[in-house]
């Protein structure tokens, strides 16, 4: 079955231990994103990638940090998460093609205490 | 900057009745894709329909169908015999076409629709 597999689903945490939420896809696809979801702010993009080895910063990269090593995986990773990381995070891919959608995982919630 | 509005925050329908959401975007460019999104209580993003900027004709699945109107630059959702399991959260997004982060989604805020039985 292709699909966007995340994990945790669920995380509570503490300020400053560092987490790393994974993010695999199965579908062989060339781009990966990470967006968060807040309430009043909608969906906003922390960061993406192209392709292996190749990373850029989306709107909101501030405190995260993303690694792109093998095609099928694109973990996010908060160094020393604080309060303000808390949030409802997607992972999405989508083939080479331009006009094709994305796939979304089905979320990760994480709070940060 | 592209932008993205959702002037319903929320929404009900009568199950069996037609609901229409609606969606306006703002963008110079002339050519992209837009897109509904359910985000049922599970908080899965489910892609509803999807509309190519550069074909005249409304896209259509099943139940959903939109008008898209360019030149006003509308976008909005009729769901159709609204059925119990379509309550959730309705996102309409936007993305530039052509290669790059272009792809990157810009969403509105979201539309929460509530079925009543």
């Known amino acids: 079955e292709a699909q966007v597999t995340q994990n945790p689903r669920y995380l509570i945490t503490v300020t400053g231990k560092k987490l790393t939420v994974t993010c695999s896809q199965n579908m062989n696809h060339e781009y990966m994103s990470w967006y968060r979801q807040d309430p009043g702010l909608g969906l906003r993009q922390i960061y993406y990638s192209m392709n292996v080895e190749v990373t850029d910063k989306g709107d909101v990269p501030e405190g995260y940090k993303v690694s792109r090593k093998e095609k099928r995986n694109f973990p996010l990773i908060l160094e020393s998460p604080s309060p303000n990381q808390t949030s409802l995070y997607f992972c999405?891919?989508?083939?080479?093609?331009?006009?094709?959608?994305?796939?979304f995982g089905d979320g990760t919630r994480l709070s940060i205490l | 900057a592209q932008t993205v509005t959702q002037s319903q925050p929320e929404m009900s329908v009568q199950e069996a009745e037609t609901v229409t959401l609606s969606c306006t975007y703002d963008t110079s460019e002339s050519d992209y894709y837009l897109f509904w999104y359910k985000q049922p209580p599970s908080r899965q993003m489910i892609l509803v329909i999807r509309q190519e900027a550069y074909k005249q004709q409304n896209a259509t699945e099943n139940r959903f169908s939109v008008n898209f109107q360019k030149a006003a630059k509308s976008f909005s959702l009729k769901i159709s015999d609204s059925q119990l399991g379509d309550a959730a959260m309705y996102f309409c997004?936007?993305?530039?076409?052509?290669?790059?982060?272009?792809?990157?989604?810009?969403w509105g805020l979201g539309t929460s629709l509530a079925v009543n039985p």
């Open positions: 999405a891919s989508s083939p080479g093609g331009s006009n094709q959608p994305q796939h």
């Open positions: 997004a936007y993305r530039r076409r052509g290669a790059g982060n272009n792809r990157k989604l810009i």
